[in-house]
């Protein structure tokens, strides 16, 4: 096999508002993009890369094909923080073995947005 899998890099949201995207996204991330262009804007998040692009609507339907989670230390906290940004519910913290926590929100444009607490997997 000529490559590999290196490990999550970017993670790529459709938003209808990329301004209003942005600004939210700054907020719940406490860092500013490193790349603002009116076409693209993207945040390093602790060395990967959360990418906003314009276009797509909320998905109404309430399906998800992919939940991407962003390691955090405390899930619950963090919930609790993007709740309280404009998210709302969509899977409540909660253990799923081993000491990991989980937990997911819809952004205000419709994009699933995991978080993740694994004690198992330390970067660095």
Do not use: C
């Not at 938003?15 to 993009?33: F, N, R, S």
């Not at 990967?48 to 314009?54: T, V």
């Not at 419709?110 to 004690?119: K, L, M, S, V």
């Amino acid at each position: 096999m000529a490559s590999q899998f290196l490990g999550l890099r970017t993670v790529g949201y459709h938003v209808p508002d990329l301004a209003a995207a942005k600004e939210w996204y700054t907020k719940i991330l406490g860092v500013t993009p490193y790349f603002d262009e009116p076409f693209y804007v993207g945040f390093n998040v602790g060395g990967y890369e959360l990418g906003l692009q314009p276009g797509g609507a909320a998905n109404e339907a309430g399906l998800y094909n992919v939940v991407t989670y962003w390691g955090v230390d405390d899930v619950q906290a963090m919930y609790d923080a993007l709740i309280g940004h404009g998210a709302s519910a969509l899977e409540a913290p909660q253990e799923v073995g081993g000491g990991i926590v989980v937990a997911a929100v819809k952004d205000p444009w419709g994009n699933a947005f995991g978080i993740i607490y694994n004690p198992h997997f330390k970067i660095g």
